[in-house]
């Protein structure tokens, strides 16, 4: 019995070690956040077709806040409407746009969590960019079509190049006259800063193409841009892949950058002291990936929502026969996993862990998050107490527990029956639904019919209350 004793009587105080490291506050040198969890940034296509919030996007938001999250990262939000993945996404192209980012901003505040707006541009990665874009070729570094879902691309001139640095650096200037906390850029999993930054997508012959450090030129010079718009003292990070796994659908194509050049990228856009104050580490070169996020893959809910991309690449026709096909559709789900491989909570961590180490020795005053399947306290205090990061953000696990930052305080997890079991229903269903969780076992019920309309329940609540009463 002294030995049983003994044993919880260590679990509980490892437990209370972990919560310790975990809601410690994480302070960046323009920042201070009350404890290391982040909400990692969750769509959700809750807004108006013109790019205008709406309630529905402040109750998400708030939700999540309430819950007991440090700090939130923000929607994909574009930089203007050229750059959109999907309709119904709140801009910032725009200062009629402010307002409503100030609403989401007060409203967040109210719960002592800090907000961070994720500046953002689809470029060829463009699922369904509305009416403004569906004629056009979308905007990118290269020509080349994107290879998974063959949206066609046109490669930016160099005046396009310009107009876009100056689109992000207004979206910094509306974010602070917002009164947040912050920006975030969306420099992974495939989206335009990713396409210029890639080895496995740039392949530019102008001073925006070849070496990694050309490369990174026009990253560079939108933290630039954003320096001149709103200083020093205004927080701005940037999520890069650690590693870009270029070629995992076609062996055949670039594998694209590797650590090596991830961490020459990340000490250059230090900018001595002038540029990112932190870096927020992902993988993966498209979305979504095998690594990003890191899952299951739902063929039944594919094939039913997939259909909504056949009109927006050359290749969603093919894409959608297979997703239909009950064999080629469960080969490549296999074929998903095994190139996802056998880890899901803290898949980044060790490529956090290169980025942590490289840009320390050069300021360590800037700090890292890590995003990848986060929901265990055990594996979060590991992760940091490990130099992995200094913080972890966290995405599916809080749409499925968005009070999980309470669970932690006292538990290492969400009780059994109620993790995020990562199935990706909810990233799938994204593309028709309201972002939700759609994993039917996680709700309670005696019946089908129980669990479905308990589940309807949870995913429409983010609508009340309702815009008008």
Known sequence: MA??????????FLHEDNARLIFT?????HLTVKNRIFRSNLSGTFDDYNGHGSNARVNWETRFARGGAGAIISS?????????????????????KIPFWRRIGESVHAHDCRFILQLSHSGRQQDMGGVENVYRKAPSSTDKKDYFHGIL???MTKPEI??????FAQGARRAREAGLDGVELHGANGYLITQFLSSGINDRDDEYGGDWEAR??????????IRAEVGPDFHLQMKINGVDHNDWLYPWEKKGNTLDDTLNICRLLLDDGKGVDAFHVSSGSTFPHPRNPPGDLPMRDLARCYDGMLAQGVRTRFNYRIFSSPLAGALFRQYWIWRRGKVI???????AHAVTEAVRKIDPSVKVLCTGGFQHASKIAGAIRSDACDGVSIGRPLIANPSLPEILKTADGPPAGKECTYCNKCLINDLKNPLGCYELSRYDGDTFEERYDAMIAEVMSVFEPPTFQ
Request: no cysteine; aromatic share 8%; charged share 30%.
């Open 162 to 167: 310009a107009e876009t640095v100056a689109q």
């Open 76 to 96: 994909f939000t574009p930089v203007t409407v050229r750059g959109r993945i999907l309709t119904r996404y709140a801009m910032i192209d725009a200062d009629d």
């Open 3 to 12: 030995n049983v004793e003994d044993s919880d009587a260590d679990r509980k």
């Open 153 to 155: 691309a046109q490669a």
């Open 25 to 29: 506050p994480l302070e960046f040198r």
């Open 345 to 351: 909570e803290g898949i980044n961590a060790d490529y």
């Open 216 to 225: 990174a030129r026009f990253v560079l010079e939108i933290i630039r841009a």
